[in-house]
């Protein structure tokens, strides 16, 4: 059994999660950045180069570079601390919203592709999170402003898609700016966290330009209930320098780690093919409906409009739910943030069941008031771990049992 994971969450059922254990280290596993990056890399050995990495799994990634590469500079920024290359500096940024630690890291990493010679080429190391852990607002736009869109963005459920657009418009870095301040185009290797879309929309895509819509970024922050002053306006429509895309290499994503878990899992096994997207509710109740006996498993972020103070996050708030959906059922629902980090839950996700809420009680309170992690830690379904070092989107896995969808408990 992994021991990755904090052991109460084996109260319940120790045999079953265990095993449910044990297919999310296969996972992570299989996303692990350091090997992936040093194997993306293998062709160029020995290059002399400047590396930016940024993101949840920019420490394991600097790893993977450091391994092949002759890094001679460059900067690593993350939202915890890990070891990495003692050839780069690294440097801790905020996350889920910039801080004053953003700004700093915004600061090193403009310099360092600014000052990096015309003839060293430099090489961008991109992963989910990076979009607040480095960050430079533009000229009128402030910290305190950027970060109060982030949060309220969030909190108001706009989708991954929609935060980035927003973010490009207002950081000097988002949307291709590190580019520009290097005058050339970076070469990128990308865990991402966002699915089929577009990786430049990973951690808003700071090596790669986007086409330039402020008014669709505007209308989508009015949208939101977001005041934009006048400044703030001519800062998100100022001309951006052209420059070609850059050579972009994806290296994982969510569904390399579902196929990982698809295949330790015990058959009949299903991988959804569609991004899990849209209201969280919805998504859940398509996930679970129409799910057959075995195991499910589905990859994305679906949207959660948060309208409660209590502690929670996408991934316990889906457990929560699913949990009332399967009461009386011997079905297990697993709802994991890759990163090892659910919104303000203090945990990965959960583990629910259909006895979780004969163990909790009536869940109406916790859901009205988003407070799902503080429900289902009372339950021992809260899946604790600590940061992961990679960022592959949440992974959602429905196990049915084999003789019917829906047996229920006698």
Sequence with gaps: MSDRFDGSILVPDPVGRGRILDWLDV?????DPEPLTRQALVSRAGERVIVIAIGKAAAAMARGAADVLDVVGGVCVSDHVEETTSRIPFLVGDHPVPGPGSLSA????????????????????????GSTVCEMPREGVTLEYLAGVNRRLIMAGATIEEINLVRAHLSAIKGGGLSRAAGRPIDTFVVSDVGAADPGVVASGPTI?????????ITIMTKAGIEVPPEVRRAMSAPSTWLPRPIVTLIADGFDAARAIAGVAPPPVVVRSGWLEGDLESCLDSFISTAERGVTIGVGEPVLEVGGDGRGGRSTHAALLAAIRLEGTTSVFTAFATDGVDGSSRSAGAISDGG???????????????????????????????????????????????????????
Excluded at 27 to 31: C, E, I, M, Q, T
Excluded at 106 to 129: Q, W
Excluded at 372 to 383: F, I, K, R, V
């Design 27 to 31: 996972g992570l596993a299989a996303v």
């Design 106 to 129: 915004g600061v090193a990493v403009l310099e360092s592709v600014r000052s990096a010679p015309s003839g060293t080429p430099i090489i961008a190391l991109v992963s989910g999170g």
């Design 209 to 217: 330009p986007g086409a330039q819509n402020p008014e669709a970024a």
């Design 356 to 410: 979780t809420i004969s163990r909790g009680g009536d869940p109406g309170r916790a859901r009205a008031g988003f407070d799902s992690a503080g429900y289902l830690e009372a339950t021992s379904d809260l899946l604790k771990c600590a940061a992961t070092g990679t960022n592959v989107s949440d992974i959602w896995i429905l196990w049915r049992p084999e003789d019917g969808p829906d047996r229920r408990v006698a």
